[in-house]
């Protein structure tokens, strides 16, 4: 026997525009996991840089982790075998963007008790 939880998630954000599906989440998520590698070899080496690149990955870690929640509470829309296809390499790297979320805070953190 299947326990069912009927949880009535929103359907519109808090600014009024509607929530991704699970595919759109899935391409969102890996335009910014390509958008991120490419632009972290950028950052520079001074203070100031680093501190805007751990800001970077702070925020693109973040955002990644909130479009893979979302993609996994709107798995319904798509098939099963599809949505595994699709979805696989991210939820490998959901464990690595927590570490980073918790990496880049720690050097936040430390940035400014210096």
Do not use: H, T, W
């Amino acid at each position: 026997m299947k326990p069912k939880f009927n949880i009535n998630f929103p359907q519109k954000s808090i600014f009024g525009f509607e929530i991704l599906s699970s595919a759109q989440s899935s391409i969102a998520c890996y335009f910014f996991l390509f958008f991120g590698k490419i632009l972290n070899p950028f950052f520079g080496l001074s203070k100031i840089e680093l501190l805007a690149g751990n800001l970077f990955n702070l925020l693109l870690n973040l955002s990644i982790v909130i479009l893979i929640i979302n993609l996994f509470i709107k798995r319904n829309d798509i098939k099963r075998v599809n949505f595994i296809f699709l979805n696989l390499l991210l939820f490998i790297y959901f464990p690595i963007a927590l570490s980073n979320i918790l990496s880049n805070i720690l050097y936040l953190v430390n940035f400014l008790n210096i």
